[in-house]
Each structure stands twice: as structure tokens, then as C-alpha cells.
């Protein structure tokens, strides 16, 4: 028994070794639009398509349900109908350009409370500053979908993220989601009040 104990703590910790080293090397990054209403957004739902966000495999549950805890825990919910937000999500293989912008901290730009508009006057609107990045080795990345005006408000992504086969491929993807959405530290207003979300009408459940 003391033989079957030790080979198994053996195997986790060459599992845990494994994971840390094929996450260790991650470039973890985002971007944001400055006509994002991000003051505003309260629920979500994720894209339907083809890849990995229509997966019904452990690989595509795991993304889900990684993303689903971390908007959860910031006062989001999921919804059926009617959400504010949709979220993608995407696995590159390989190397990839990618371009990208140079920016503030999002939570810094949203206390500085100027976000943009149609109507906003060109000369008072802020310039991007676009950077090419090359992400290697394979990327994930994540989107955040305005509803209203489908234009994506945001994208944060993960460079450098090797997925194996079983269940190590899920401890990876899910600690690169965690990676992730660590840049987008956004709480709902009445989760930063200490009150929590509404539930939506009958007419419009959650999942």
C-alpha cells in the first residue's frame, strides 16, 4: 500500500511539474476598445460556432466553465437571452501575428470615466498606438462581444500555451483562462456595491 501511495504522489507532482512548465513561458496580454461600455455590462452568453467554443469535449467544458467561475465571481451572470456580453474564446496553434495596442490599465482608463461615442468630437477622441506582436508556440484568446453594437470591447490572450492531450490539457487551458481574465479586473456596480446581481424574469433564464 505504501508503494501504491508513493507512486501516486509520484504522479501528481510530475503532473503539476508538467503543467507549470507548459505554462511557464505563457505571454499573457490584452487590449480594449474606448468605446466599451464596461461600466454597464451585467450579463453574458458565449458565442455558438464551429472550433473549440462548440466543443462538447472536456477541452471546450473546461474553457466554459474556467470563464464562467472568474465572470461569476465579478458579478456577471449568464444568460439566454438578452445578454450585454458574448464571449469568445479561440486556441491558435503554431506562431501567429497578432496586432495589438499599446494602453493604460483598463481599470485605470474606466475611473477615468471617458469613454467614447458616435458622437464623440474626432479631436477630443484618444489614438491608438498599435504593436505587433508575434505569439508563439500556440495562443488562447478571449473576446468580449458589446451586443449592442457588435463590436469587441475586448481581448485578452495567453502566447506560449502548449495543450496536451487528457486531462494535464485541462489544468492548462483553465490556469490560461485564469492568466487571462486577470486583466480584466471589472466588477458589476452592484457587485462592487455588496449587492447581489438580479435574477432575470421567467421569460429570460440563465442557464
Same mark, same amino acid.
Given at each position: ?12 507532482? #510530475? ?7 507548459? !505554462?511557464? /513561458? ?11 461600455? =464596461? ?21 471546450? !467544458?473546461?474553457?466554459?466553465?474556467a470563464?464562467?467561475?472568474?465572470l ?19 486556441v ?23 469613454e ?20 508563439? /508556440? ?14 469587441a #470591447? ?11 492531450e487528457?486531462?494535464?490539457?485541462e ?16 466588477? !458589476?456596480?452592484? =457587485? ?7 435574477? /432575470? ?7
Amino acid at each position: 500500500m505504501l508503494r501504491i501511495i508513493n507512486s501516486l504522489s509520484l504522479i501528481g507532482l #510530475v503532473a503539476a511539474l508538467a503543467a507549470c512548465m507548459t !505554462t511557464r /513561458e505563457a505571454k499573457v496580454d490584452s487590449d480594449y476598445s474606448y468605446r466599451g461600455n =464596461f461600466r454597464h455590462y451585467r450579463t453574458y452568453d458565449f458565442v455558438t460556432g464551429s472550433g473549440l467554443t462548440a466543443d462538447t469535449s472536456r477541452l471546450g !467544458t473546461s474553457v466554459r466553465e474556467a470563464i464562467q467561475q472568474r465572470l461569476s465571481a465579478q458579478g456577471y451572470r449568464l444568460a439566454r437571452r438578452r445578454p450585454d456580453m458574448l464571449v469568445n474564446f479561440r486556441v491558435y496553434q503554431g506562431d501567429m501575428n497578432f496586432h495589438g495596442f499599446a494602453q493604460e490599465d483598463l481599470t485605470q482608463w474606466i475611473k477615468r470615466n471617458i469613454e467614447e461615442t458616435d458622437d464623440t468630437p474626432k479631436e477630443e477622441r484618444q489614438g491608438y498606438q498599435p504593436v505587433r506582436l508575434l505569439l508563439a /508556440e500556440g495562443t488562447l484568446l478571449v473576446t468580449l462581444i458589446d451586443v449592442k453594437t457588435n463590436r469587441a #470591447v475586448w481581448n485578452g490572450y495567453a502566447s506560449g500555451v502548449s495543450v496536451p492531450e487528457g486531462p494535464m490539457g485541462e489544468i492548462v487551458l483553465r490556469r490560461s483562462v485564469r492568466s487571462i481574465l486577470d486583466r480584466y479586473r471589472v466588477f !458589476t456596480e452592484e =457587485f462592487a456595491n455588496g449587492s447581489l446581481p438580479r435574477t /432575470e424574469s421567467s421569460g429570460e433564464s440563465d442557464r
